[in-house]
């Protein structure tokens, strides 16, 4: 599936047509996002957003002679992404409305390169009953391709309201 807006790949996510769905499936794989590249232009374009310009990120030259041979994206980066990937990972059909309550836990255990390839795969851990609706957390996992670490992972906290 392609994003009409972006023209980048999206991956179809694994559909729930009521919250007693969602709740039967705690401690499942919910699926993965497509893959996207971490390009200079994103880790720039975040680094005006945030105020955030130290060289590791911005200065290829010298990212090039550092510790990770290459400018890394930020890590707070790397999260946002989990808004991004959550939508092709998992829909909720008859949700009025779909919240981002926060998250529980984040880890970034490693470093996501310039011109990586990343994805986010998501666990169901618990779902709770909430009024008028249910909160889910779903772990996000970004993986890096080709690396044996991920780049984040992320307890995400959603509230769906039906």
């Known amino acids: ?23 039967a499936a705690v401690g499942e794989r ?32 010298r990212a090039k002679r550092g510790p ?6 930020h890590g707070y980066l790397t999260l946002s992404l989990v808004n991004y990937f959550l939508p092709q990972i998992v829909r909720i059909d008859g949700a009025r409305l779909g919240v981002n309550y926060g998250c529980d836990k ?25 009024d008028g609706g249910v909160q889910a957390w779903i772990r996000v996992t970004v993986e890096i391709d080709g690396e044996p670490k991920p780049g984040c992972v992320a307890d995400t906290i959603s509230r769906y309201y039906f």
């Not at 990770?68 to 994206?73: E, K, L, P, R, S």
């Open 68 to 73: 990770f041979g290459a400018c890394i994206a």
């Open 106 to 130: 984040i880890r970034f255990p490693a470093p996501v390169k310039v011109g990586a390839h990343v994805r986010g795969v998501g666990e169901l851990l618990r779902v709770e009953p909430l």
């Open 30 to 61: 919910l699926g993965e996002s497509a893959w996207l590249e971490i390009d200079q232009l994103r880790i720039d374009g975040f680094a005006d957003a945030t105020g955030d310009h130290q060289w590791v990120h911005v200065d290829p030259v």
């Open 1 to 23: 599936m392609m994003d009409a807006t972006l023209d980048i790949p999206r991956a179809t996510p694994r559909v729930f047509a009521h919250p007693d769905e969602l709740a």
